[in-house]
């Protein structure tokens, strides 16, 4: 594994889809059984982890939109407002997602490279429910699955990646490329993946069946640390030959960031990338490198709503989203 | 007079245009004759101040446009390297060009507005050149120059103005009509005064001849006045109209100044003006105000690098002018 691989990993996810036996799939289920589900999950895990029940029907626009943000659920799970749920725990490491495409998708979200953790944090989560609930299980196929792409482990490893040099440099294509031959689907976190994306990246496996979980595993773990290095190369590259307008690019993204009086979250995401390459070069040093990546699902929208515990318009959440990075950074120190 | 004039009137010059009597003026001056009043002139001053002479012959590319980004001698001055000479003293508040347009151009230069005093300061200098040295002067017409725009007094009060408001709301021109019917005459002080140009202006008067100095003064005192009224209420205007804007343009303005790896001239000179403006409304505290307009002539080209003491081009200049002018607005504070 590259020594520097939190420099470009920010997250690892494991996600494990699974179905009742002998019901309908979600998209063809609209009775009891269907809410069922998710008190039956709920009521399986063990009361060591504290979780939380979020019904779709009931959450606000806001609550809603917090979660989805901070990539615990899915847009397709707030939209099915009539038999969606949410079970998470207390840390957010797991969310477990009730009738989004499969009954029920559990995942696990660690920060940094930490694949095997996450799986072994999910399959303990599998085994609870597994323990009361009768999956949909083909011994020739393995776990049935709403969608074939997901059909046998019903396993997706999936990984956030920051990819400021590959992007800049222009080389992400060839390395994109380069991993979907090994089965690897790279797409953007928000949107397409450009600088307004704060070039964030979710490199994940797009074979499911026929593999084991730790073949899966393994193999995502191998392209990763292939991007890991390029990327660390392309942001070798990038200073070498841009010095003087990379350099002035982060110092101005952090002079605005810890000044701005108004910020939109398409600048936000832009400038905070700059000055995370300017932490990774060490021409920005901030206390805390992890209250930095907080900040990146803070400055979201409804986030920045829910901390500012007021009814924000938008030129208002500009403000204070100005308001509230400008403090956080200033606190980070230089 | 207005109180806020400190917060429009940046300073206040006057000047006197002198010829010898019995040589031709400079332009039709070839001879010994051009190279020996500016040590007539030098010797004529007062033991009391202490006064520099340099030669346009033999002055330093550098130096030469030092003096000039001063505002102590003219391009015209520059150009006439044969015989063309300048006398300074030691605080700058007097420098006397010799064989620019006229043989001996007297300038008085003070900080804020000052005209009287500037006018007392040169009108003293003159009283010691007028007794070694006999003017061209004709009873009836006044001191004789060398542009019949000049004759008479030969006096120009001039007054450099900070109009960002009067600029940014498209006032200006209003303004230098109303001004112009006073016979007083508004131009950039870098080029056309556009934001790039630090919102600089010089009002002076057009009329020299059939006024007395007193009375050209006062007028052009009357004009001021009026212009630092109106730019006063259009900065508030400026601000009530556009709040949200106008306070981010100026804090980024300051986080950029404050933050630049590089940084041109232009780019210096408008953040700059936004960041005096920001003063203005107190968004921006300075410990010294007389800093940071010291500071925009010591970031023009030639003074930065006078005081880098090295040879910089173009490139290693705009680098060294971002860590200058960063070091010192982070010291002048927030």
């Known amino acids: 594994m590259s020594q520097n691989t939190d420099d470009v990993v920010i997250s690892s996810r494991i996600r494990l889809a699974r179905n009742v036996n002998d019901i309908p799939f979600p998209s063809r289920l609209n009775d009891e059984r269907a809410s069922l589900i998710a008190r039956k999950v709920y009521d399986s895990l063990q ?8 019904k779709m029907s009931n959450i606000s626009e806001i609550d809603g939109n917090v979660l989805m943000e901070k990539h615990l659920i899915s847009a397709d799970l707030l939209n099915n407002n009539q038999f969606g749920a949410a079970i998470i725990n207390e840390s957010e490491t797991v969310s477990i997602m009730i009738n989004e495409e499969d009954h029920i998708r559990e995942q696990s979200i660690l920060k940094g ?13 599998d085994d ?4 009361r609930i009768r999956f949909a299980f083909d011994p020739r196929l393995g776990y049935l699955t709403s969608c074939p792409t997901n059909l046998g482990t019903g396993l997706r490893a999936s990984v956030m990646m920051f990819l400021p040099g590959l992007s800049i440099t222009k ?4 390395c994109v490329n380069a991993v979907s031959r090994l089965n690897m689907t790279v797409r953007g976190v928000y949107g397409e993946g450009s600088d307004a994306d704060g070039f964030l990246y979710q490199v994940s496996n797009q074979k499911t069946l026929g593999v084991s979980e730790s073949e899966i595993i393994q193999s995502v773990e191998t392209s990763i640390n292939h991007i890991v290095d390029t990327e660390l190369r392309a942001r070798e590259v990038l200073l070498r030959n841009n010095e003087t307008e990379l350099k002035d690019r982060i110092m101005r993204a952090w002079g605005v960031l810890t000044n701005a009086y108004t910020l939109s979250t398409d600048e936000f995401m832009r400038l905070t990338a700059f000055v995370k390459l300017g932490v990774y070069y060490g021409l920005i040093r901030v206390s805390d490198r992890a209250r930095l990546e907080k900040l990146i699902t803070e400055a979201q929208p409804a986030n920045l709503i829910n901390i500012s515990g007021k009814q924000l318009d938008a030129a208002e959440r500009d403000l204070y989203r100005a308001a509230y990075v400008g403090k956080t950074l200033r606190n980070l120190g230089k």
């Open 113 to 125: 490279f930490n694949l095997k953790e996450a799986y072994e944090k999910i399959n303990a989560v």
């Open 171 to 174: 080389n992400l294509d060839s």
């Open 128 to 131: 609870c429910i597994a323990a």
């Open 47 to 54: 009361a060591g982890d504290s979780y939380d029940l979020y």
